[in-house]
């Protein structure tokens, strides 16, 4: 279970990789970011498949989905000084909330 754990982390990170390089490629239009941003989320997918072997598709991908959201918010800040408005951060803590929620009192 803690190699599922470690996946789902994986494809945490290489999914926001792939959000951070898609954001740097500028459309597509440069090369290096552009084939990094296609790498990590090749493997991402490879790292979710395997978390899909023990926990349920839902489940993995509320988990990664939420997590990967918070993590590209973060970096958005901290790279691109994108800060997001009130009502997005209030969102955010609705993602927390319900990435909490669903792994902590959902039946998996």
Same mark, same amino acid.
């Given at each position: 279970m803690l190699l599922t754990y470690i996946f789902l982390l994986s494809a945490v990170a290489l999914g926001t990789a792939s959000n951070i390089f898609a954001k740097e490629a500028d459309g597509f239009t440069k090369?290096?970011?552009s084939f990094l941003s296609a790498l990590t989320i090749i493997l991402?997918?490879?790292?979710?498949?395997q978390v899909m072997k023990t926990?349920?598709? @839902?489940?993995?991908?509320a988990t990664f989905? !939420?997590?990967c959201i918070i993590a590209t918010t973060v970096l958005g800040i901290l790279r691109f000084n994108?800060?997001?408005?009130?009502?997005?951060?209030i969102g955010l803590i609705f993602i927390i909330i @319900?990435?909490?929620l669903v792994?902590?009192? !959902?039946k998996n």
């Open positions: 090369l290096f970011p991402c997918m490879y790292c979710l498949s926990i349920s598709a @839902g489940y993995t991908y989905a !939420g997590l994108q800060w997001p408005n009130l009502y997005a951060f @319900g990435v909490i792994n902590l009192l !959902g």
